[in-house]
């Protein structure tokens, strides 16, 4: 039998994967048109970020869109627009970024983390409903990896407790729900273009929203709280300088041509890779449901059964799939809420005048069980070809074939 590279055996593949980001002179060329210009803030005529905010928010099939730093600050801006204030209960997902929590902090808020689904990774809408309180205000549902949320259920949710809803749709860039993009959904909604994503200008964010008041709110928090058309130094609140450089917008909008090119061929690679993976016992894919109309696939990840490979930890699993040349990972190893931060709750002395649930006690096993059974696969291999897929599918099958082997020697397979 084939002994696995992790072995010392033959790699399925030596052959680099595309590196990220894609890119070519017309992002240089762009670069250098703003250098030259001398107008690097958005505060000039003819800004790129303003054009970038239309375009951008017309592609999510928004109808406002106000650019800002990165996807942290849109997040918070969006909750801070949306009225969240101290106190104030925000329902996130356990399984996320740090942002999708963090978020409600700075706004003095307080994150109630609930279980997501097992096989779809988003927030589980029955666990929103019952973690609903008199002071809950807003639900963060995480449209994980460009996967739609159940957005029905939600919005249902939302509106009988009347609570806002803010999309994390940083994984969102030209994924839908029901043949609509992520972002405006909901109430509003915030996208990263930090520089993993897919489009990126190594940071960035965006707000998207369809109100045209929540959107003059945001564009004020993110202006240091000056309100367009009024005078530059009239502050009408406590905003932030959260603004987009010249230079972010012109790379973004470089970027922005390609995305919808390398969105479908991300989703026609992962539909195929999909069907190469069926039917490995041991290996199953989150579910898709119908909603989720197109999917950006920031990571196509497994969902993994150490019985079904005799007894291999998933960390040798992944170990075993990178050695075979893919570029596998485990993602987080544990849900947000075993962070330091909120394990212990260091919110300085907003702690002392509002009350957190205990994290550190928090037990949400199907985030538990994602951090522990699931291989994330980059999606920078969906940009491959076909034959790049077949080589996934050839790796995950041969140390399925040799499972035995990975089992009596996963020694350094955790290092
Ligand atoms: C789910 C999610 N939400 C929010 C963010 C925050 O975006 P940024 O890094 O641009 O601040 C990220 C970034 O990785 C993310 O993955």
Sequence with gaps: MTRLAYHGGTPIRTAPWPSWPIRDEREIKALDDVARSGQWGRLCENSRVAEFEKKFAAYQDAQFGIAVTNGTAALTIALKAAGIDIGDE?????????????????????????????????????????????????????????????????????????????????????????????????????????????????????????????????????????????????????????????????????????????????????????????GIDGISLPRREPFMTRIAWHEFRLLYDEAAFGGVPRDAFVAALKAEGIPAGRGYSHPLYKNPVFAEQRFGRLAEHVQFPDYARMHLPNCERICRDSVTISQLCLLGTREDMLDIARAVRKIKNNAHALADRPAHACA
């Design 90 to 278: 925000v329902i996130v997902p356990g399984y996320t970024f740090i942002a999708t929590a963090s978020c409600a902090v700075q706004n003095n808020a307080v994150p109630v983390f609930v279980d997501v689904e097992f096989d779809t990774l988003n927030i589980d809408p029955a666990a929103i409903e019952a973690a609903i309180t008199p002071r809950t205000r807003a639900i963060i549902p995480v449209h994980w990896a460009g996967r739609a949320a159940d957005m029905d259920r939600i919005l249902a949710v939302a509106s009988k407790h009347e609570l806002a809803v803010i999309e994390d749709a940083c994984h969102g860039w030209g994924a839908s729900w029901k043949n609509r993009k992520l972002g405006a959904i909901g109430d509003l909604g915030g996208v990263s273009f930090q520089s993993s994503k897919h489009i990126t200008a190594g940071e960035g964010g965006i707000i998207l929203t369809d109100d045209e008041e929540l959107a003059a709110k945001c564009f004020s928090y993110h202006h240091i709280g000056r309100i367009a058309g009024r005078p530059f130094y009239e502050h009408h609140r406590i905003g932030w300088n959260a603004r987009m450089t010249e230079f972010q917008a012109a790379v973004l909008l470089v970027q922005l041509e390609r995305l919808e090119e390398q969105a479908a061929r991300r989703e026609a690679n992962a539909v195929f890779l999909s069907h190469q993976l069926a």
